[in-house]
């Protein structure tokens, strides 16, 4: 097992990463940027050191600066977190190649997965379903023209280096494909430097389900079942949940079936996430896999009470995976509070936190790195933390958030919880009728 783990991310990742690591016995240390000097993962971690200026390039994402760290406290292993260089093929083979031990899969598997033409032509040959669309990237507006009719409108177009829902774009019709076409282009460059895209065939009222997925590296792999995270503003997640209102007990097994076969294809080893559009028929498809931990793997670990970053460092010592599949027991629901403000097009709400009260209580949990006078900085996500309720039906599930959040009370910045008060409260959400599409039409009261 590792002796001391450095931690190449920031805010409440890093600091759910150092309590696992605690209690297993692990040092930790903790990298921040000047911006972050106050962070609590910087004062809950065994040692810290400051990587630079607040600009990502210049601190978590400087390869150098972390390399650097490394060597000046001698740890043995690196977590990435997610975000930042999570799924960086370069960072994980430099990490490889100077002797420590990148907790998460190997270079090739991040680079079979990361591009997502790549990837999709490996589902294929796993046999797991895809969206139909183009074999390759797309050469021209022409050519774009000529597949979109050849699908059928509507269709989408995505970098392949994307995420986050950088460089996408939905075409109804033909009219409207060359100015798409043209900004998905200059936008997945602007993200990823990068400017390839593709086209699929845009699923329409499509659920976002995903499957958690582990694999060890004697080629062990199991899932432990799904997250529902259609709840989503431009591609962005608010709310994920387990199990789904969607799931039946006979597509829970097709799709658990199906992301094992993902996984295995690679021979994947680590935590993972294949992530799925399921249309209103129940068919679903290969949408990409996260070669990393998630954001929302706390409602998993509620569900099934298993800690998977525990899971993560295990496998990536070495240790064997049980190799059995993992069933939901409970019902969770997680909501992001982010520093944006719901009234006013979500916009960013940087700065200090003047009152901070956190909710408790039976069935609540929360993963955050904020404080009374913490001061949210403006270079980074702006996730301030997130809220889990947990319980045995959804109903109830969602009777404990509705009463955390009207007991999480955060003054100085704006917030999303009137955001996900209202969405509680919310019948067809109540019912579990939504789609990806939901917030289109969702108006803050």
């Known amino acids: 097992m590792f002796k001391k783990i450095l931690i190449a991310n920031r805010g409440e990742i890093a600091l759910r990463i150092i309590r696992t690591c605690r209690e297993m016995g692990i040092k930790t240390v903790a990298v921040y940027s000047t911006a972050d000097k106050d962070s609590l993962h910087v004062k809950f971690a065994d040692e810290a050191v400051c990587l630079g200026r607040p600009q990502s390039a210049d601190s978590y994402l400087n390869i150098p600066h972390l390399m650097a760290a490394v060597e000046i406290t001698n ?8 975000g930042f260089l999570a ?13 420590i031990k990148f907790i998460g899969p190997t270079p090739g598997m991040i680079t079979a997965m990361g591009d997502k033409i790549t990837a999709k032509e490996t589902m294929i040959k796993a046999g797991v379903p895809v969206v139909p669309g183009g074999e390759g990237l797309l050469g021209s507006v022409d050519e774009a023209k000529g597949l979109a009719k050849e699908i059928g409108y509507p269709v989408i177009l995505k970098a392949t280096a994307g995420g986050g829902g950088k460089g996408m774009r939905v075409v109804w019709e033909e009219g409207e494909i060359e100015k798409a076409y043209d900004n998905a282009k200059a936008e997945a460059g602007a993200s ?14 499509p659920r976002h389900i995903e499957i958690q997925i582990a694999g060890d590296r004697y080629g062990k792999v199991c899932h432990m079942s799904e997250r529902d995270c259609s709840i989503q503003r431009r591609h ?21 079936e199906a992301a094992v076969k993902a996984a295995s294809a690679i021979n994947y080893e680590s935590v993972g996430t294949i992530e799925f559009l399921v249309d209103k028929h129940r068919n679903f498809y290969f949408m990409e896999m996260n070669t990393r931990i998630q954001v929302e793997h706390c409602v998993t670990e509620e569900v099934t009470n298993f800690d998977l970053v525990k899971e993560q460092i295990k ?3 070495g240790e064997s995976i049980s190799g059995r599949n993992y069933y939901p027991e409970m019902h969770a ?3 992001r509070i982010n520093a944006e403000d719901p009234y006013n097009d979500f916009r960013p709400s940087p700065g200090k936190i003047t009152v901070l009260h956190q909710p408790g209580g039976h069935g609540v949990r929360i993963d955050s790195h904020t404080y009374a006078g913490y001061v949210i900085p403006p270079y980074y996500d702006s996730m301030i933390g997130k809220i889990i309720a947990v319980a045995r039906t959804r109903e109830e599930a969602i009777n404990t958030m509705s009463r955390a959040l009207s007991e999480y009370v955060i003054e100085g910045v704006k917030t999303t919880i009137p955001f996900h008060q209202q969405l509680m409260r919310n019948e067809d959400f109540r019912k579990g009728n939504f789609t990806t599409k939901f917030l289109d039409t969702f108006t803050m009261q």
Not at 87 to 99: D, L, M, S, V, Y
Not at 192 to 200: A, L, S, V
């Open 75 to 82: 740890a043995d292993a690196i977590h990435p977190g997610y």
């Open 87 to 99: 799924e960086n093929a370069r960072f994980a083979q430099i990490c490889c190649e100077h002797g």
């Open 192 to 205: 990823f430097k990068n400017d390839g895209i593709y086209m699929e065939k845009f699923v329409e009222e």
């Open 236 to 256: 962005q997640k608010l709310v994920e949940e387990s199990p789904s209102p969607f799931m039946t007990n006979d597509l829970r097994e097709k799709m658990g």
């Open 315 to 317: 496998i990536a010592s």
């Open 333 to 335: 629901i997680e909501c």
